[in-house]
């Protein structure tokens, strides 16, 4: 079992921007692909951004440009940095790794990722 922990979600207006965290187990770091996914209420999940164990990133057309994703395994955190945010960003922030796929796995497929975390809301008013 991977336990992860999203935190730094809250409500800001729009164009400011927000740092989401997600605590991941040290071991992951070398080996797992992770992502960030999100879903807005009455909305299909949306898989956004990917980092793979290289440190490669992919990010979906809707925030490109305006989040980043990183990672840091001395502090054993996942981080998202959304800046420019949008009434359209308002939704659930998940954090999620998989063990079992190869690095290159398209943004798309973050939300079917074996482990995610319990989320972080994150509202945007305009």
């Known amino acids: 079992q991977v336990r992860l922990v999203e935190s730094g979600g809250g409500s800001v207006q729009a164009g400011k921007s927000l740092r989401l965290s997600c605590t991941v187990p040290?071991?992951?770091?070398?080996?797992?692909?992770m992502g960030w996914f999100r879903q807005a209420p009455g909305k299909e999940r949306e898989g956004i951004a990917v980092i793979d164990s290289d440190g490669s990133t992919r990010y979906a057309e809707s925030v490109k440009g305006r989040f980043a994703i990183s990672k840091d395994a001395v502090k054993n955190t996942l981080t998202l940095q959304m800046n420019s945010l949008k009434s359209e960003d308002t939704a659930m922030y998940y954090c999620a790794v998989d063990p079992s796929l190869a690095d290159g796995v398209v943004v798309t497929f973050v939300p079917q990722f074996g482990y995610r975390g319990q989320g972080t809301q994150v509202t945007v008013s305009s």
């Open positions: 040290r071991y992951t770091f070398s080996s797992f692909v």
